[in-house]
């Protein structure tokens, strides 16, 4: 019987230090793949899961241009109600949606429009059930940096621990883990 609680304790507290460490999930929205490198390369160097957030209508050049204020990002970006449909969020090495209650940390990854995240970013941050959960930010730009972006997008998920963001246009995988990890201490 000794023999019996002195395996279970032993089998329990292996459980705890391997099984039960906190779980991390990247989820990344991107039109033009400068954001897909940043956060599969960040995922890849952390062992994280890496998500895409899918839109119903992927966005052409013509979607994305700017200059144009008729275009659909230009659009979506002046309507604070603007709330794009999402097709998936998945895995991009399999069929797996995304659940967020298999994570105690998720770091959401966009690119800078108009200094704001897409909206389908806050389509996304909305759809969750953010309690008990801790969000990190991080986006890349053509210059305008992450501004207030995540402390936006950090309303819109109810109950969240947001925890920080930064621009990370420029910089390894290995440059932003060191920073996730330094959030999370």
């Not at 952390?46 to 899918?54: L, V, W």
């Not at 730009?141 to 990370?168: C, I, Q």
Request: hydrophobic share 35%; with cysteine; aromatic share 10%.
């Amino acid at each position: 019987m000794l023999l019996k609680k002195l395996i279970l304790t032993l089998l329990l507290g292996g459980l705890i230090m391997t099984g039960l460490s906190a779980k991390t999930a990247f989820v990344y929205f991107s039109a033009t793949g400068t954001t897909e490198r940043m956060a599969k390369n960040t995922a890849k160097e952390m062992g994280a899961d890496i998500f895409e957030i899918q839109p119903v209508h992927k966005y052409t050049d013509a979607d994305l241009d700017w200059h144009n204020k008729k275009s659909l990002s230009s659009i979506e970006c002046n309507d604070p109600k603007s709330r794009p449909s999402i097709k998936a969020v998945v895995s991009t090495s399999s069929t797996t949606a995304f659940d967020i209650s298999g994570y105690d940390t998720v770091v959401v990854c966009y690119p800078i429009w108009w200094a704001y995240a897409p909206k389908i970013v806050y389509t996304f941050v909305e759809s969750q059930n953010w309690a008990g959960k801790k969000m990190i930010t991080l986006c890349t730009s053509g210059g305008s940096g992450l501004g207030r972006s995540g402390t936006d997008l950090s309303k819109f998920a109810k109950g969240v621990d947001f925890k920080g963001g930064k621009d990370f246009t420029r910089g390894s995988g290995a440059d932003v883990k060191k920073y996730i990890e330094g959030l999370l201490k």
